[in-house]
């Protein structure tokens, strides 16, 4: 019976900082996805992305206003420019999100989810 209750303690413990160290690592890349620019701050999600892209399919590269997360009007010279630093972080930042992840969900024991 003790044995029972001393597995169950160490997976509920496992569990545990699983989930604390999924959030610290989601807080980590939300923090890469945010992106300040003209005095705005973005946050870099699929939206922005498609609706950047949209922008500039209709030939909207110059002198665009977009509205950034607190919604203040925010003029954006170069939307091509833009485009590309926002892209460039949304990659880099999911792809370290892969990697950080992947390793924290290998890992099978408290001690090693600490060590990530």
Known sequence: MQE???????????????????????????????????????????????????LIFKSRRENVVLL?????????????KFRDEVFDRYFSATFTYLEEYQKIKKARSVETLLEV
Do not use: C, H, W
Not at 68 to 80: A, H, Q, R, V, Y
């Open 4 to 54: 029972q209750l001393d597995k169950a303690l160490e997976f509920a413990n496992y569990r545990q900082s699983f989930a604390i160290q999924r959030k610290t690592l989601k807080e980590k890349i939300d923090a890469q996805l945010t992106y300040g620019v003209n005095g705005g701050i973005f946050k870099i999600d699929r939206s922005l992305l498609n609706f950047v892209e949209m």
């Open 68 to 80: 950034d997360t607190n919604d203040n009007p925010i003029l954006i010279e170069d939307l091509t």
